[in-house]
């Protein structure tokens, strides 16, 4: 409800949840891509956070379908698309768009058993409906080529993630001073599988 109401009174903008910390090349990066890509009709988010291991690319950012939303912005325009009780479900899933979104069987089951709890109302998330209405409204997320945000809202204290978190993995580091935006915006496929193997455990 608190994004809806921002984005009535705002175009584009930044949302950070409360237990995390961004560093302030964060605010740069945001401003920047949210100027740059206003009216892109195929980039619906960006996001803060890369749980990459290594820098695996040259540019100051790449897309992915990830939208990460430890520290992330976006821009009215996608937030209409927005749908939580992702009433659209059961008839997506059915469809050519959502069999062909990924690239194998174990990574459409992994979606749509969580979409399936989503709909049922077994997980009570605002961010994974995000997710998929960035991916039925075609969408890609703009990921910074290192992260940008750390979360530390992991812990025993922690009111979701109680399990503990590699503090060095989710590290913070600089962008480079020499931006260099990609020349197409295209879905950089092999660090979404990595951040499907590693990062979302889809593959145990």
Known sequence: KGI??????????IILEDDCLPNLDFFKYCEIN???????????????NNFQKIMNVRETYYFSKYPHCWGWATWRKSWKVYKKNIDFWPTYKKSLMWLNHFNNDIEQKYWTKIFDKIYARKIDSWAYPWSLCLWKNDMLTITPRVNLVKNIGFGKEATHTVSSLDDQKYQTNKLPKKWLHPKKIVQHINNDNYVFINHLKGIN
């Open 4 to 13: 809806s109401w921002f984005f009535k009174n705002e175009k584009y903008g």
């Open 34 to 48: 949210l100027k740059k890509y206003f009216k892109n009709k195929k980039v619906g988010c960006i996001t803060g």
